[in-house]
């Protein structure tokens, strides 16, 4: 295919367990299109989970390559492979991995301040007081939103302690108006979390969780979203739940490379390829 | 961005911080504390050193001092007219004081002076009491015991001058002064303030009065005849004026005790003098200098074989003029002290010769070197000692860290999926090791500055809960107070030395968060 986003060409791992070497993945060669939902089967120890995070850069192949967009990965400099993990690529967990001393927009947020600079944020913020100050000046309804919108966030800020103003005044305070901020309430709202927002993740359900993992992987609008069992620490509905989110970002255009066991949840995929032993066995449409 | 956000975030949120904020606080405050009351130590060694001598000390370290001292005087400001500002002699000596009210003794160093002239080579003025409150009434010359009378409204009066001494002075004494002055007990003795009375009824008006003889003065030392209370005030016993006896050992020019023996003189208490060097205040008594060298017979003394034996003095204190380098000023004055030796015409094996064989030239530094040298070591010295027990911070905090990124390797796993870079992930644990360090540095620095600046009233305080936690003795420590003032430069290095340590601390932990691969973290139970 001409058109392909991702291409895995030839991988292979190996890891040592002990002093024997485990052949995890021999020789896998994968080709994902733009728009297009794979997904992933296999048994346990199959090499599923590590061909994922082969593809999105988290971990180096013994041999083989991966291209993306055009772009060989590992042939990139270190600093623009992360940079390619912050912006294009977008990961789902099955254990949601978020980081608990961060509540759910803080979570959401996260990407954008790994990928944004201080003196951006400050510039950003720089912007956004002169538009307030436009607003005032030109007496549109807009004085009205934002003044109310300052004064809440303030109300909000500042009512806590201390401590809680020194972790949040410094970067939440100075994003708070900015376009990842409202990109960030976007897409909470999107995912159903909108009242949930200034909860921590212990304080949510596993699906709640699942959703604002979801959220987290597409704030940066990667253009590949790679989902590690995304329904596998979930039960039946709420399972059904995250793959309708993981459908509807599909038809608006999302690559998607989901990793399942689960045939019923691999069925929502366009195509599936099943992976036994380390190598590709079928891929079906 | 997230580095500052997430270091933010765990200094809050993880408990385990606090010990490490914790051991920070304590290391900042006791080098704070420490550093403060060593260097404050030394700053009033060096400061009172300078303000009881002079820029410049001649000395030839005898009780029999040395002659031709007022030419050299004389001399030395006639070639040096820029330089020396003034110069005046001392004598020093040993002697037993013994107040004669009250019979009570004590053994004392009589200091020989010109008052008016050795208030311009040092800081005695400052240190007069009497004359503080009554400006231009202390000498040392003849004088008689002011008694204090009433008014026809029955208040109390001062004779002349001190009545109009002291209305001149409140003419422009702060408001506080004047409450201070106002606040201190008055006669009847002990008071804070002195003076004789009259036995007069109501009505009388008196206050001109002096007692009958003419005596020369003598200023103690607040520490030799007062009693120090515990909020570091004086109780005066004695009225001003109240006769003193000084007895005294008259030395040859050998160096023996003179043919006629102790000589005892009758003296009147002029005022008293608290430089706030425990050792001196508790010591000296100040006499007129040509009245103490006629009775010590270092006056011009005529010889056996028909000559006169030049005066003598102990030292001469010079005082240079302002901005001048007195090391440098020092080798210019020796150099003038060799030529003005070599110019004297005495006998090579005369007596003379070997007293000005003696004589040195130093500068108030030099002459206080030991002192201020032994001072110095002993805070570096204790600065040493007190870094080296900071150090237990810095492995405290790389074991805590070293805890931290253990338990946040998956957090680690986690950012890195997001796009971190591995120095991005080290910059997390190391500006938290910094904000441990910029946290615990000013809640110790804080915590420091309080105590310092209240280290005396902390210390009074507890000495009053417990006698034996009195652990600044005036008797041991040369100084009446602990020094309680902050080098604003010296906490500004300390709070930066312990945030760079904090940083130190962290860094191990944080290169070990730096190479966890995130695939490995993400696995991490």
């Known amino acids: 295919m001409s058109n392909a986003l991702l291409r895995a060409d030839g991988v292979v791992k190996t890891y040592m367990m002990g002093r024997s070497p485990l052949r995890v993945l021999r020789g896998v060669s994968l080709e994902v299109t733009q728009g297009e939902f ?15 995070h082969i593809v999105g850069g988290l971990d180096l192949p013994d041999r083989g390559g ?23 690529v977008g990961f789902i967990f099955q254990f949601y991995h978020l980081l608990p001393e961060l509540n759910v927009r803080e979570n959401i947020l996260l990407p954008h301040m790994v990928g944004t600079s201080v003196p951006r944020w400050l510039a950003q913020d720089c912007v956004n007081a002169l538009k307030r100050s436009f607003a ?10 934002a003044i109310r919108k300052c004064s809440k966030a303030l109300n909000r800020k500042l009512g806590g302690m201390v401590g809680r103003m020194l972790d949040t005044l410094v970067p939440t305070w100075s994003m708070a108006q900015s376009e990842a901020r409202q990109q960030t309430e976007d897409i909470i709202d999107k995912v159903g979390l909108s009242a949930r927002a200034r909860h921590r993740p212990a304080e949510l359900s596993g699906g709640e969780r699942q959703r604002a993992a979801i959220a987290r992987a597409i704030v940066t609008r990667p253009r590949l979203l790679l989902a590690d069992e995304p329904t596998g620490n979930l039960d039946r509905a709420m399972g059904r739940e995250i793959l309708a989110v993981l459908a509807k970002l599909n038809q608006q255009g999302q690559t998607i490379v989901m990793v399942t066991h689960d045939p019923q949840v691999a069925s929502l995929a366009h195509r599936v390829v099943q992976l036994v032993d380390g190598k590709i066995r079928r891929s079906a449409s | 961005m997230y580095k500052l956000f997430l270091s933010l975030r765990y200094l809050r949120k993880r408990l385990i911080a606090l010990f490490a904020v914790g051991s920070v606080t304590l290391c900042v405050f006791m080098v704070l504390v420490v550093i403060s009351v060593m260097g404050g130590f030394l700053e009033m060694v060096k400061e009172r050193s300078r303000g009881l001598l002079s820029d410049i000390v001649v000395d030839n370290a005898t009780l029999q001092g040395f002659p031709h001292y007022q030419e050299f005087i004389d001399a030395l400001q006639a070639r040096m007219p820029d330089v020396v500002v003034t110069a005046t002699p001392v004598i020093y000596n040993y002697a037993i004081l013994r107040v004669q009210a009250t019979k009570y003794t004590k053994p004392v160093r009589v200091v020989g002076i010109r008052l008016d002239k050795y208030e311009q080579v040092n800081d005695f003025a400052n240190s007069l009491w009497y004359d503080r409150f009554y400006p231009g009434t202390t ?40 409450a201070e002055y106002d606040r201190m007990p008055y006669s009847p003795p002990p008071g804070a303030r002195v003076f004789a009375q009259t036995v007069a009824p109501p009505g009388y008006v008196g206050g001109d009065e002096f007692e009958a003889e003419d005596l020369y003065g003598v200023i103690i030392g607040c520490d030799v005849i007062n009693e120090r209370t515990k ?36 003296l009147r208490y002029a005022d008293d003098s608290r430089t706030r060097v425990f050792e001196i205040d508790d010591l000296c008594v100040y006499v007129d200098f040509d009245m103490l060298q006629s009775v010590l017979a270092m006056n011009p003394q005529e010889r056996i074989d028909g000559g006169f034996a030049p005066a003598r003095a102990s030292q001469v204190l010079i005082r240079l003029a302002e901005g001048l380098d007195a090391k440098e000023v020092r080798a210019r004055i020796e150099e003038f002290w060799e030529t003005f030796r070599a110019s004297l015409d005495v006998d090579p094996l005369s007596l003379e ?15 206080q070197v030991q002192f201020i040298s032994a001072v110095e070591k002993e805070k570096v010295l204790v600065t040493i000692l007190f870094a080296i027990v900071s150090v237990v911070a810095v492995v405290l905090i790389g074991c805590i860290f070293y805890m931290v990124v253990e338990k946040k390797t998956r957090d680690i796993g986690i950012v890195k999926s997001l796009g971190a870079s591995s120095s991005g992930v080290a910059a997390i644990f190391i500006l938290y090791g910094a904000a441990v360090g910029v946290v615990g540095s000013i809640i110790g620095s804080v915590a420091g500055v309080f105590f310092v600046r209240n280290i005396n009233e902390i210390q009074d305080a507890l000495a009053r809960l417990n006698p034996n936690l009195q652990v600044w003795s005036p008797d041991v420590y040369t100084f009446d107070r602990i020094p309680n003032s902050v080098d604003p430069v010296e906490a500004v290095v300390i709070v930066v030395v312990a945030i760079v340590a904090s940083m130190l601390g962290a860094l191990i932990p944080a290169l070990l968060a730096a190479r966890v691969w995130p695939v490995d973290a993400l696995r991490y139970e």
């Not at chain 1, 005032?136 to 939103?145: C, Q």
């Not at chain 2, 004088?143 to 001149?168: I, T, Y």
Request: proline share 4%.
């Open chain 1, 38 to 52: 794979v997904a992933v089967m296999g048994a346990s120890g199959s090499g599923k989970s590590t061909l994922l």
């Open chain 1, 66 to 88: 991966v291209v993306f967009d055009g772009q060989s990965v590992f042939d990139l400099p270190r600093r623009t492979r992360e940079r390619l993990r912050n912006t294009d």
């Open chain 1, 136 to 145: 005032r000046v030109v007496g549109t309804p807009m004085l009205d939103w």
């Open chain 2, 139 to 178: 000498s040392l010359g003849l004088q008689l015991q002011p008694v204090a009378g009433w008014d026809e409204h029955d208040n109390r009066v001062l004779p002349e001058p001190f009545e109009s001494a002291h209305q001149k002075w409140r003419q422009t004494a702060s408001a506080e002064e004047l």
């Open chain 2, 231 to 266: 909020t570091g005030d004086y109780l005066r016993h004695y009225a001003l004026g109240s006769e003193m006896l000084l007895t005294l050992l008259p030395m040859t020019r050998e160096g023996t005790v003179s043919g006629e023996g102790s000589t005892t003189l009758s």
């Open chain 2, 353 to 367: 010769t070997q007293l000005l064989d003696f004589v040195s030239v130093e500068t108030w530094e030099e002459r």
